[in-house]
């Protein structure tokens, strides 16, 4: 059980220099491609004269930009989803003879690590959704303002 302890504190501490590291990346890199997919499915749905051969590139160039996204967003989803669940895990674990153990790893148990965007946002699936949900309301709001009624 010690072992575990000791393994699940290193892990937290890289989690923590992941996140330090990464976080404001994959806030730019999110919204780069947030703004890219409005921008390519406001095109498709907008533009008048779009050939076939555009039509395709808009597309993939859609996709490519969704796929960035979610390769974010859904490992670091699944990373906050399972750290919490060991944490909890763990805590329970611990035998009710060990106080010793049990107070040098406590603290480190009850602090929920997290992958975030800029420590504005801890990722998790519910922000995938509204993240998708953001865009696609943008796209049509925009979409309808100018039109006649």
Same mark, same amino acid.
């Given at each position: 059980?010690?072992?575990?302890?000791?393994?699940? +504190?290193?892990?937290?501490?890289?989690?923590?220099? *992941?996140?330090?590291?990464?976080? =404001?990346?994959?806030?730019?890199?999110?919204?780069?491609? *947030?703004?890219?997919?409005?921008?390519?499915?406001?095109?498709?749905?907008?533009?008048?004269? @779009?050939?076939?051969?555009?039509?395709? %590139?808009? &597309?993939?160039?859609?996709?490519?930009? =969704?796929? @960035? /996204?979610?390769? @974010? *967003?859904?490992?670091?989803?699944?990373?906050?989803?399972?750290? +919490?669940?060991?944490?909890?895990?763990?805590?329970? +674990?611990?035998?009710?003879?060990?106080?010793? &153990?049990?107070?040098?790893?406590?603290?480190?148990?009850? /602090?929920?690590?997290? =992958?975030?965007?800029?420590?504005? %946002?801890?990722?998790?699936?519910? &922000?995938?959704?509204?993240?998708?949900?953001?865009?696609?309301?943008?796209?049509?709001?925009?979409?309808?303002?100018?039109?006649?009624?």
């Amino acid at each position: 059980m010690k072992n575990s302890l000791y393994v699940y +504190r290193d892990v937290a501490k890289i989690l923590d220099s *992941m996140d330090e590291i990464f976080s =404001l990346p994959a806030l730019s890199s999110v919204l780069i491609a *947030m703004t890219a997919e409005f921008r390519v499915g406001y095109i498709l749905a907008f533009s008048k004269e @779009i050939s076939p051969a555009s039509y395709y %590139y808009f &597309l993939l160039t859609g996709i490519h930009f =969704l796929s @960035i /996204q979610l390769l @974010i *967003m859904f490992p670091g989803s699944i990373v906050n989803e399972k750290a +919490r669940c060991v944490s909890h895990f763990l805590l329970y +674990r611990i035998p009710r003879n060990e106080e010793d &153990l049990k107070c040098e790893f406590k603290k480190d148990l009850k /602090q929920e690590k997290y =992958l975030t965007l800029w420590k504005i %946002y801890p990722l998790s699936r519910s &922000l995938i959704i509204a993240s998708l949900g953001t865009v696609v309301t943008y796209g049509i709001l925009i979409g309808t303002l100018g039109k006649e009624p």
